[in-house]
């Protein structure tokens, strides 16, 4: 893929020239944003990989489809070892990567800091599932419950599952500015409410699991704006227009979240704790997130939600 950009060009004719680009760009966010109790840490300078390294190749192998941790550490070693000649061992580098969840999870607060990604004061919200298990399992599973996985419902699905719910707040381009875990039997109107505690004057779209005098109330005292699609038999719906409106903007959540299920296997879980499967989700979601900003950067003539061409 050859770009030109000015008197330049900028080429990502390999997956190889991929991870070089995530490792730059993750590497300079964490000199700018960790803080120096992570990046200053006891025997950090005597580590084999460093921080920026260890997240690249996470983020590179959620997006690269690879499920399996120890399939994408021998992927990596097999292939890959002259760009990281200091590999650690496979279960030093699982343990750093959980350990630099929060870590993660600021980088890709900053990342709208950095680059140009196109916003606007319009978002979409809803919610998917994230089963920990088959159902016909979920009396026998013991992972997940002390962390809160319940039983809930997905309407969209119509079934039952065992497990978590991730509510997301995203732009009407896609882009993913926050996201939660909850147990699955939470109300998707509890989740907009504590996305509410942290972003003001907002226009929200939401499905028809966000309405209710009693949510619209709360949002306008926070001063935001929800348009959620009501029941067709409401005595106070939406005009036809409006609703068009709202339904055509909902597409654009409903495809991240397909992205993020089908080529990034988010509804896949594999992990053995509550802590693994919070860092599997933040590596796919950051490496969604870049590679918005990269079509962004690049300015692909294309939609900049078309996320899979950079890699393949």
């Given at each position: 893929m050859l770009k030109f950009q000015g008197d330049y060009t900028t080429i990502i004719a390999t997956f190889e020239d991929f991870i070089l680009l995530v490792y730059t760009i993750i590497d300079d966010l964490y000199h700018q944003f960790a803080p120096t109790s992570v990046s200053q840490r006891r025997n950090v300078d005597t580590a084999k990989m460093s921080d920026s390294e260890i997240i690249t190749l996470s983020i590179c192998g959620e997006l690269a489809g690879i499920d399996s941790?120890?399939?994408?550490?021998?992927?990596?070693?097999?292939?890959?070892?002259?760009?990281?000649?200091?590999?650690?061992?496979?279960?030093?580098?699982n343990r750093t990567r959980k350990a630099l969840l929060q870590v993660t999870e600021l980088l890709r607060q900053k990342l709208?800091?950095?680059?140009?990604?196109?916003?606007?004061?319009?978002?979409?919200?809803?919610?998917?599932?994230?089963?920990?298990?088959?159902?016909?399992?979920?009396?026998?599973?013991?992972?997940?419950?002390?962390?809160?996985?319940?039983?809930?419902?997905?309407?969209?699905?119509?079934?039952?599952?065992?497990?978590?719910?991730?509510?997301?707040?995203?732009?009407?381009?896609?882009?993913?500015?926050?996201?939660?875990?909850?147990?699955?039997?939470?109300?998707?109107?509890?989740?907009?409410?504590?996305?509410?505690?942290?972003?003001?004057?907002?226009?929200?779209?939401?499905?028809?699991?966000?309405?209710?005098?009693?949510?619209?109330?709360?949002?306008?005292?926070?001063?935001?704006c929800l348009m959620s699609l009501k029941p067709s038999n409401h005595k106070n719906n939406w005009p036809k227009e409006v609703r068009q409106v709202i339904f055509r903007f909902r597409r654009r959540i409903e495809t991240v979240f397909s992205q993020l299920s089908e080529q990034l296997n988010a509804e896949k879980v594999l992990a053995k704790s509550f802590r693994g499967l919070c860092t599997r989700l933040q590596n796919k979601i950051l490496g969604h997130n870049l590679c918005m900003a990269f079509n962004s950067i690049f300015r692909e003539p294309c939609d900049i939600g078309k996320i899979k061409h950079l890699i393949f």
């Amino acid at each position: 893929m050859l770009k030109f950009q000015g008197d330049y060009t900028t080429i990502i004719a390999t997956f190889e020239d991929f991870i070089l680009l995530v490792y730059t760009i993750i590497d300079d966010l964490y000199h700018q944003f960790a803080p120096t109790s992570v990046s200053q840490r006891r025997n950090v300078d005597t580590a084999k990989m460093s921080d920026s390294e260890i997240i690249t190749l996470s983020i590179c192998g959620e997006l690269a489809g690879i499920d399996s941790e120890n399939a994408w550490y021998s992927f990596v070693k097999r292939n890959y070892r002259h760009l990281f000649p200091r590999l650690c061992s496979r279960t030093r580098f699982n343990r750093t990567r959980k350990a630099l969840l929060q870590v993660t999870e600021l980088l890709r607060q900053k990342l709208t800091h950095s680059f140009p990604i196109p916003t606007s004061r319009y978002f979409v919200i809803d919610s998917f599932p994230l089963p920990v298990c088959k159902f016909g399992r979920a009396r026998y599973c013991r992972s997940f419950r002390v962390d809160g996985a319940n039983y809930g419902k997905c309407p969209s699905k119509k079934e039952t599952y065992f497990g978590f719910k991730v509510h997301a707040l995203i732009t009407i381009e896609g882009y993913i500015t926050a996201f939660e875990i909850t147990p699955a039997s939470v109300d998707d109107r509890e989740g907009l409410r504590d996305f509410a505690e942290n972003h003001l004057c907002l226009t929200v779209l939401g499905d028809k699991g966000y309405t209710g005098e009693q949510l619209w109330e709360d949002m306008q005292e926070k001063g935001i704006c929800l348009m959620s699609l009501k029941p067709s038999n409401h005595k106070n719906n939406w005009p036809k227009e409006v609703r068009q409106v709202i339904f055509r903007f909902r597409r654009r959540i409903e495809t991240v979240f397909s992205q993020l299920s089908e080529q990034l296997n988010a509804e896949k879980v594999l992990a053995k704790s509550f802590r693994g499967l919070c860092t599997r989700l933040q590596n796919k979601i950051l490496g969604h997130n870049l590679c918005m900003a990269f079509n962004s950067i690049f300015r692909e003539p294309c939609d900049i939600g078309k996320i899979k061409h950079l890699i393949f």
